[in-house]
């Protein structure tokens, strides 16, 4: 089960907000932890994805190696379940960078009925095995 962290109203629509592989659930400072998330620019108060208007959810990724390698339907299995588990159904948006917007992407082919708006920057419908393998070293 992955990590989840959320911040926002909680009767707010709820954005899912995805980084690249090194990123984290932490994604902008909130009451509980106010440390400066990885997407903190744009994530938060009066910002572009503003936690005023929005619920904001991240997950941290699910961890593998070798045999035991993950996809990014993987992950994006682990982030329906994570937002089960916290009675989250239906998505306003998802935003997803790099690996983030591959697992986006791998969330609307499992569920696009739960998706209304996806943005997904810098990122390709499919891995390619270099890519794959340049993920494990950097894991």
Excluded at 22 to 46: L, Q
């Amino acid at each position: 089960m992955s990590a989840i962290e959320i911040t926002g109203p909680s009767d707010a629509p709820v954005v899912v907000v995805l980084g690249g592989i090194s990123s984290s659930r932490h994604v902008t400072a909130t009451a509980s932890n106010p440390t400066p998330g990885w997407w903190n620019e744009f994530v938060g108060a009066a910002k572009p994805v503003d936690t005023l208007q929005y619920r904001v959810a991240s997950i941290d990724y699910l961890s593998g190696s070798g045999d035991n390698a993950l996809s990014t339907h993987h992950q994006a299995r682990a982030l329906l379940d994570a937002l089960d588990d916290v009675n989250i159904g239906n998505l306003h948006a998802v935003i997803g960078a790099s690996y983030g917007g591959m697992v986006a992407l791998a969330l609307a082919e499992l569920h696009p009925s739960r998706i209304e708006r996806l943005i997904v920057i810098g990122a390709a419908h499919q891995s390619t095995s270099s890519a794959t393998a340049q993920r494990s070293l950097q894991r």
